[in-house]
């Protein structure tokens, strides 16, 4: 998982390997994000002998939260799903963006 901040928005990258985009369930909050899914077996024989299995092959449920750098807006998340990777990308509010002001000198 990896997660970059911009002056705008929030991108976090989650590796999701053997996840269909409809197994994968997504909820955010201000500083917050939880991602669940379920993985199935990439193959199931009850008559083949394991040589060798890796979390690749692993099946089953997870759920992962993840504490943002900074405030998103919930509201505004934008999820997508390629290549077994989850991309998220969460819009800052206005009042969590930097702002500039230029400061007046008197003298």
Known sequence: MEIYETEDSVMLFAAVPGCSPDSIHVEATT????VQGERQPLY???????HRQTWLSSSGSFSVSYSLPCEIDPNRVKASCKNGVLELTMTKPE???PKTVNIKIQG
């Not at 500083?31 to 939880?34: A, F, K, R």
Request: glycine letters at 0%.
């Open 31 to 34: 500083d917050t994000v939880v």
């Open 44 to 50: 199931e024989n009850e008559k083949a002998t394991v």
């Open 95 to 97: 009042q969590a963006r």
